[in-house]
C-alpha cells in the first residue's frame, strides 16, 4: 500500500528528452502559454519563477489588477504546460507572496494546484525579507479581538518534484559547497529584497541571491533552467553565469532587452565567498577542505567568546 507522498503522485512518463541547442540558451519574447506548447514534453530540469502578484503593480506589458478567479485560472494554463515540459525528477518552484490585505492564500491555491496535478511537495522554504508589507500603523481592529491585522516581512518558495524526489545527475557537474549545502537547507532564508528595481523600470524584481540559492541548491551544471515570467531577466543572468543552460520567457520587448544586456554586461556577485568569510569568523566553516584549507577547530575562550558577539551581529538567518 502506498504511503506518504506516493498517495498522491502521479505516474509520469519517465523517458526525458534533451532540448536541441536551437532552443538553448534564449530569451523569448512571447506569451509564456504560448511558447511552452512549442516545446516537447520532458525536456526542462528546473523551473523557476515568480509570477505577477495581481497586486496592481506598473509592469510594462501585463495587466496586475485582474479578476482573481481569471488570475488563478491563467497561472494554472500555464502551470499545466510547465508541469509538461519538466523532466521525470525535475523541480518546479514558485515564489509566491499572498494577497495579504485581501486574505487570498496564495500559496495554499497554488500548492494545492500543483498537488492536484499529482505533483510531490518537496518543501516550503521561508524568503525572510526583512521589510514590512504595509505600513507601520496598519492595525485593523486597534487594541480589540474583532479582526486585527498582521504585518509579514516573508514570501514562500514552494518547492515541487515531478515524478521522483531525486533528481540525477553527474558528480562533477555539483558546485554547491558544504558550506552553501548546510546553510540553505535551512528553509528559512535571510536574502534583502533587490534594491535595484528603478534602474531595471520593474516592480517585483527578486535579488540574484535567491535563483543563485534555488540553481545550486536544486540542479548541476548543465541543466536546462526555465522561467515564464522572466521579466528583467534575473533567472537567466544567474543561470548562464552558474553554467546552466537556460530560457526566460516574458511578454515585454523591454524586459526581454534589459534581460539580454544584463547578460553581457552585468557582474553577479560572489555569493559563495561571502558566506564562507561569514561562517569562517563565526568557527563553522564547513568548505575549508573545499578550498584545500586545514580545519582548525581547537578554539581558546577568547575566540569562542569573540565567536558568539559575531553571531550575534550576524543574526542566526544566513
Keep these: 500500500m502506498d504511503k506518504g507522498y ?19 540558451d534564449k530569451i523569448i519574447c512571447d506569451n509564456s502559454l504560448n511558447y511552452l506548447k512549442t516545446l516537447p514534453n520532458n525536456c526542462i530540469d528546473l523551473i523557476f519563477t515568480s509570477p505577477p502578484y495581481n497586486f496592481n503593480m506598473e509592469y510594462d ?24 515540459v519538466t523532466k521525470y525528477g525535475g523541480r518546479i518552484i514558485i515564489n509566491i507572496q499572498p494577497f495579504f490585505s485581501e486574505y ?56 515541487f518534484c515531478k515524478g521522483d524526489l531525486k533528481h540525477k545527475g553527474k558528480k562533477e557537474n555539483i558546485d554547491i559547497t558544504a558550506n552553501e549545502f548546510k546553510t540553505w537547507v535551512d528553509a528559512k532564508w535571510s536574502i534583502a529584497p533587490e534594491r535595484k528595481m528603478k534602474e531595471y523600470a520593474h516592480p517585483a524584481m527578486f535579488p540574484t541571491e535567491l535563483p543563485y540559492r534555488i540553481f545550486k541548491l536544486f540542479s548541476y551544471k548543465g541543466d536546462v533552467v526555465l522561467d515564464p515570467f522572466n521579466g528583467s531577466g534575473t533567472s537567466t543572468l544567474v543561470a548562464e553565469r552558474l553554467n546552466r543552460r537556460y530560457i526566460g520567457i516574458d511578454i515585454s520587448d523591454d524586459y526581454c532587452k534589459k534581460a539580454e544586456d544584463r547578460i553581457q554586461k552585468e557582474d553577479l556577485k560572489n555569493f559563495s565567498e561571502e558566506l564562507d568569510k561569514k561562517l569562517k569568523v563565526l568557527g563553522k566553516d564547513k568548505s575549508l577542505k573545499d578550498r584545500g584549507e586545514t580545519p582548525n577547530y581547537k578554539k581558546d575562550k577568547k575566540t569562542k567568546e569573540k565567536d558568539l558577539t559575531q553571531k550575534t551581529l550576524f543574526g542566526d538567518g544566513m
Design 61 to 84: 506589458k501585463h495587466n496586475d489588477n485582474t479578476d482573481f478567479v481569471d488570475y488563478f485560472n491563467t497561472l494554472k494554463e500555464i502551470f499545466i504546460e510547465c508541469i509538461r
Design 6 to 24: 506516493k498517495l498522491f503522485s502521479n505516474d509520469f512518463d519517465k523517458k526525458n528528452i534533451n532540448l536541441k541547442e536551437e532552443y538553448l
Design 104 to 159: 487570498i492564500p496564495s500559496h495554499h491555491i497554488i500548492s494545492s494546484f500543483f498537488l492536484e496535478q499529482g505533483l510531490i511537495w518537496k518543501s516550503e522554504i521561508l524568503w525572510e525579507k526583512n521589510n514590512r508589507n504595509c505600513a507601520y500603523t496598519a492595525w485593523g481592529s486597534w487594541k480589540s479581538p474583532s479582526s486585527p491585522y498582521f504585518k509579514y516581512t516573508w514570501e514562500f518558495l514552494e518547492v
